[in-house]
């Protein structure tokens, strides 16, 4: 199974940016499928961004061309690159894996406050 920490969260001004990161331990190297999601205060958890195996990636509408979702293989972290952050990017972000035989596993999630 996969153990996920995520970090580098924080209050952060309109306009600025933030990375997220995730570190995976245990059979990191089986995860063939890793996303971050998000909850907005009194919302439903939502996917942002995902990444295949094979690189390929994608971005919910409302954070195309602001967040970049890239995976570190010998770091076994996930990173969430997001620039131009609005309010209504603030939530907890969670980070999720798919590894071998499909076992899902997520983080406890780190809040991003996007206030002036």
């Known amino acids: 199974q996969v153990q996920l920490v995520e970090s580098g969260g924080g209050l952060v001004e309109p306009g600025r940016s933030l990375t997220l990161s995730c570190a995976a331990s245990?059979?990191?190297?089986?995860?063939?499928?890793s996303g971050w999601f998000r909850r907005a205060p009194g919302k439903q958890r939502d996917l942002v961004a995902d990444?295949?195996?094979?690189?390929?990636?994608y971005y919910v509408d409302s954070v195309k061309g602001r967040f970049t979702i890239s995976r570190d293989f010998a770091k076994n972290t996930i990173y969430l690159q997001m620039n131009s952050l609005k309010p209504e990017d603030t939530a907890v972000y969670y980070c999720?894996?798919?590894?071998?035989?499909?076992?899902?596993?997520w983080g406890k999630g780190t809040l991003v406050n996007v206030s002036s």
């Open positions: 990444i295949q195996s094979d690189g390929s990636t």
């Open positions: 999720y894996a798919a590894s071998g035989g499909g076992v899902g596993s």
């Open positions: 245990g059979s990191a190297s089986s995860i063939y499928y």
